[in-house]
């Protein structure tokens, strides 16, 4: 009997630690990583050429991939040719939205193809002096054309890296900021300040590849 209920123990003990060790072997499940394209995203501004720009920031949140009015569940803001990020602190331009979040963000040469990885020491975060992401002909997102065709057009091979306001990672590159995005877009005809763009967007907590 005591040799039966000792055998009966031993096997019991190895049954869980088996159990155990299966549960420590246990891969989380990731969500899979979004790629998405975002079309006349509108993002108008009051002013400009001289005069004091004002308006509001039209925001955006790639977790739910729309458009938002939330003060903080917010990623990146559009007016105009700027884009910030929701992280670090306001320039002090009028209307534009407190930093509520610790997003970041770089820009970096490449495709949306060849970009696989975030270098989270490139990220930087918007200041009172300046935005995360330049503004200026080709100083960061965009080339203007001067005269005499006026045209703002994405500067080719640029794919901005962003770090969410919540500590999630997205890639992005922008198309067109014309409506509809025409393959030949004429800046006396097609109305500006519309945004085309492809996205991917990462879910996962602390990765850092797409």
Not at 147 to 173: C, F, M, Q
């Amino acid at each position: 009997m005591k040799t039966i209920k000792l055998l009966t123990f031993v096997l019991l003990s190895i049954g869980f630690i088996a159990c155990s060790n299966d549960d420590n072997d246990v891969t989380p499940v990731l969500l899979p990583v979004n790629s998405e394209a975002v079309s006349n995203l509108h993002a108008p501004q009051n002013g400009g050429q001289g005069q004091p720009v004002s308006g509001t920031f039209t925001k955006f949140n790639f977790a739910t991939g729309q458009e938002t009015t939330s003060d903080t569940e917010w990623d990146i803001a559009f007016r105009g040719t700027t884009i910030i990020i929701n992280g670090g602190t306001s320039l002090g331009t009028t209307d534009e939205p407190d930093r509520t979040g610790n997003g970041a963000v770089y820009i970096t040469d490449g495709s949306m193809s060849t970009v696989t990885e975030v270098i989270t020491e490139n990220l930087v975060q918007d200041s009172s002096s300046s935005y995360a992401i330049a503004t200026g002909s080709g100083n960061g997102w965009y080339t203007y054309a001067g005269p005499p065709s006026h045209l703002i057009n994405p500067t080719p091979g640029k794919i901005i890296v962003i770090r969410t306001h919540d500590g999630k990672y997205a890639k992005v590159e922008i198309l067109s900021y014309y409506k509809d995005a025409p393959a030949n877009p004429d800046a006396f005809v097609d109305e500006s300040r519309y945004f085309t763009f492809n996205y991917v967007y990462q879910p996962n907590d602390n990765v850092t590849t797409f």
